[in-house]
Nanobody, 123 residues
Framework: QVQLVESGGGLVQAGGSLRLSCAAS????????MGWFRQAPGKEREFVAA???????KYADSVKGRFTISRDNGKNTVYLEMNSLKPEDTAVYYC?????????????????WGQGTQVTVSS
């Protein structure tokens, strides 16, 4: 069983930055593919970014060049650095863990989810 706890959300002006963190429990963190997803009001949950071990990364086109995903296996933590934020980035951001090795942008491929953290970008 893996527990995920996100932090770092908040209110920021357009063009600003935020860094989300996701702390994971469990001794096999390094073997998990970790992903970030987001869900805006009235919309479906969508893929944002994912990272495998050792460091293969994938991004949604909408965030490429602005967001960076990284992980610190020593701290069992995955990060999402978000720069040049836009109002359309406003959403609840969820951290997810996939027990099977391999990159995926599909939410159904992830086994564990955090409770989410709100990111609001004002114009």
């Amino acid at each position: 069983q893996v527990q995920l706890v996100e932090s770092g959300g908040g209110l920021v002006q357009a063009g600003g930055s935020l860094r989300l963190s996701c702390a994971a429990s469990g001794r096999t963190f390094s073997s998990y593919t970790m992903g970030w997803f987001r869900q805006a009001p009235g919309k479906e949950r969508e893929f944002v970014a994912a990272i495998t071990w050792p460091s293969s990364k994938k991004y949604a086109d909408s965030v490429k060049g602005r967001f960076t995903i990284s992980r610190d296996n020593g701290k069992n933590t995955v990060y999402l650095e978000m720069n040049s934020l836009k109002p359309e980035d406003t959403a609840v951001y969820y951290c997810a863990a996939r027990a099977l090795w391999g990159m995926s942008s599909f939410s159904t491929d992830y086994d564990y989810w955090g409770q989410g953290t709100q990111v609001t970008v004002s114009s």
